[in-house]
């Protein structure tokens, strides 16, 4: 399963999860044998979990100012607690094993309150902490524009300049994936995956779709890594798929160790 979260807030909505449901999220994963891996391991195929439990994927969609949250304490800049960047790591804190991963699919240029996560002073020193403290950044274009509508010039400057903004903040940085906003596919879908505008290069080992289902394993002969499907982590939807994986344990991955390079 790659779980597609987007706000974390108050009250539950449809595409609010509270920080309470998202503490269960976890919790009911942890209980059921899931360990988070990075999306790019599971692009390598590198799943290196303990024999028996399975990967679970967590993206997180828009920069939504409940996703990661800093609050005054003491003159020093700490995580709110209830933000889902604070909620990770405390779960971490207490289950050490069940991993540490998460892909934020940010968004620099759109309207507040999404455009970096919303605290404009803190954009860069936020972004640089995801990409230090082992998660991933991932394009999310300019401004959730819907590929779909348009030509092929815009769809890659939206990309383009997507990643020069994510760049300027934290050098050198690649965002190896691309969250499609709205699930729309451009005309082609090469254009997402690599190109070059005004100097800049981009390229992604894999593009993700808005919903769709669990992913097949990268080592499945089906597997197309420029249509991921996700699960939308409503209350609704994680009900569904967690007892659906109750109920046929033969459709889900189970580690065979940690040296699983996942050809099943
Ligand atoms: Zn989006």
Redesign the pocket.
């Known amino acids: 399963m790659i779980l597609e979260y987007?706000r974390i807030d108050r009250p539950e909505a449809r595409w609010t999860r509270t920080p309470g449901n998202f503490r269960r999220d976890l919790e009911r994963l942890w209980e059921r044998g899931y360990r988070l891996v990075a999306l790019g391991d599971f692009l390598d195929g590198t799943i290196a979990l303990p024999r028996g439990t399975t990967p679970v994927i967590l993206t997180f969609?828009?920069s939504s100012p409940g996703q990661f949250r800093l609050v005054q304490r003491d003159g020093d800049w700490v995580l709110d607690p209830d933000c889902a960047v604070a909620i990770l790591e405390a779960f971490e804190r207490q289950h050490p094993e069940f991993g540490h991963a998460a892909t934020f699919?940010v968004?620099p240029g759109a309207d507040p309150p999404n455009r970096l996560f919303d605290q404009p002073a803190l954009a860069t020193r936020k972004l640089q902490y995801l990409a230090s403290h082992g998660y991933e950044i991932g394009n999310?274009t300019l401004w959730?524009a819907n590929l779909a509508r348009y030509p092929e010039a815009v769809v890659r400057a939206q990309i383009a300049s997507a990643q020069d903004w994510i760049q300027q903040r934290v050098p050198g940085y690649r965002p190896r994936t691309l969250?499609l906003?709205?699930g729309g596919v451009p005309r082609e879908i090469t254009w997402a995956v690599s190109g070059e505008v005004k100097g800049s290069t981009y390229r992604h080992d894999a593009i993700l779709m808005?919903s769709g289902g669990p992913a097949l394993s990268p080592g499945s002969s089906g597997f197309d890594p420029y249509r991921l499907p996700r699960i939308q982590a409503t209350g609704t939807e994680m009900d569904h798929w967690l007892a659906h994986f109750d109920r046929h344990p033969g459709e889900r991955y189970v580690s065979t160790g940690p040296a699983d390079r996942a050809m099943r």
């Open positions: 987007h969609d828009d699919y968004l999310h959730h969250a906003p709205m808005v």
